[in-house]
Every structure is written in C-alpha cells, then in structure tokens.
C-alpha cells in the first residue's frame, strides 16, 4: 500500500545542533511528498512538498528535504536549529485521491 | 486572509449523543478533508469532499457522516457517539492532492 512511515516518535537535539527526521515512502512510482509542522496547540502547516526535479527542496524557516529513490526516503533537515522548532512533524504522501499522513515525530530543542 | 475556520474548538458529549462539528473556509477550495489525529496514529482521514453536495469515504469512515451544502462548509456528524470517537479533529481544504492543504485550528471532542 502507498504509505509513508516516520521510524522515530520522538527526538531531542541541543539548541544550534543540527537535525534530520526520517521519512520512508512505500510506493513504486514517483510520489508526492510534503513536510507539515505542527506548533502546540494549533493546526497544521506546510513546511515542504517534492514531486520531481532538484531532489533537495527548500522550506520555510530554513528546513530542506532530500528525496531518494533508490532510499525511498523523504528526510527531513536543518543546519542548526533554534527552540521554536520544538514541534511535531509529520510526513505526508500524496496519492491520487488524498493526502496520507505519517505517525509524526515530535522534536524537542533542549538548551 | 484566507483561512479555515472550525467550531466548536472544544466540545463534551455524552455516549449516545449527537455531534455536530462545522469547518468554514475562505479558500474557494473545491476539496475539503475531515482527519483526526490520535497519538500513535498521526492523522487518519474520515471523510473528504471534491465540491458542494459531494462526501466520499476515507480510510475510517465507520460512525461518521459527512455534509457539504456548499463550497464553504463541511460538517462531520456523530449520529451516535461513541467514548472511542474521544480525539482532535481537524478539517482543511484544498486543491488537489499534490498541492498545499490548510488546516483549521482543531476540535477536542471528549465523550463521556
């Protein structure tokens, strides 16, 4: 089935470390991918979205995602993160009929 | 600004009851999604909408009814509640689904 799998619930980094969230797809063509970011207590937004071209796509606030197919992966990264990026994050495939999201992981930025 | 709007935010109902959850939007979107997000689950679509009299099943559908009387509002409806239908749920639009979904702010739904 077309599904996106993020292997890690949660994941803590210092302050101006550097991050990557994991994201694996499971689809045999090539996908639609998106990036949504949760802040506490409110809805959902679009941080990134792939479909074909440069494999590295830029998002707001400094993130990109790299996609491979030879990985099936969407990864998700930035250089040096800040604590108001401490958010759930959620993988999400786009197939022809609707938007399938991920588990999420949460991510906590420690001082 | 364009904008999502759902109601109630917060809602308490008794097991049995009827439930009536409202999603505006100011988008002129044809598509319109009710999901609702559980720990552990992410987010599940229940029902979906192309345009005004239009609902379709998504992949959890069972004890949830949809409406769309017009391109602006879409309701989800618990003719029965039940404690398992306890979560947040979220309604967006959009245009397609390669392009950008836009969520409202959410409704925690208890049932007692």
């Known amino acids: 089935a077309q599904s996106v799998t993020q292997p890690d619930a949660r994941v803590t980094v210092s302050e101006g470390a550097s991050l990557q969230l994991r994201c694996k797809y499971s689809y045999s063509g090539t996908p639609y991918l998106f990036w949504y970011v949760q802040y506490p207590r409110q809805g959902l937004q679009l941080l990134l979205k792939y479909y074909s071209g440069d494999p590295v796509v830029q998002g707001v606030n400094g993130f990109e995602a790299e996609f491979s197919k030879s990985n099936s992966s969407f990864h998700l990264r930035k250089a040096s993160v800040h604590w108001s990026d401490s958010a759930v994050y959620f993988c999400?495939?786009?197939?022809?009929?609707?938007?399938?999201f991920g588990t999420g992981t949460k991510l906590q930025v420690v001082p | 600004e364009a904008a999502v709007t759902q109601s109630p935010r917060n809602k308490v109902a008794v097991t049995g009851g009827k439930v009536t959850l409202s999603c505006n939007q100011t988008?002129?979107?044809?598509?319109m999604y009710w999901y609702r997000q559980d720990t552990g689950h992410g987010l599940r679509l229940i029902h979906y909408s192309y345009g005004a009299g239009s609902t379709e099943k998504g992949d959890i559908p069972d004890g949830y009814k949809a409406s769309r009387p017009s391109q602006e509002n879409f309701s989800l409806i618990l003719e029965l509640a039940t404690p398992s239908q306890t979560s947040v749920y979220f309604c967006a639009s959009g245009e397609g689904t390669i392009n950008t979904l836009y969520f409202g702010a959410g409704t925690r739904l208890s049932v007692l």
């Open positions: 988008n002129n979107h044809n598509n």
């Open positions: 999400v495939f786009g197939s022809g009929t609707y938007q399938r």
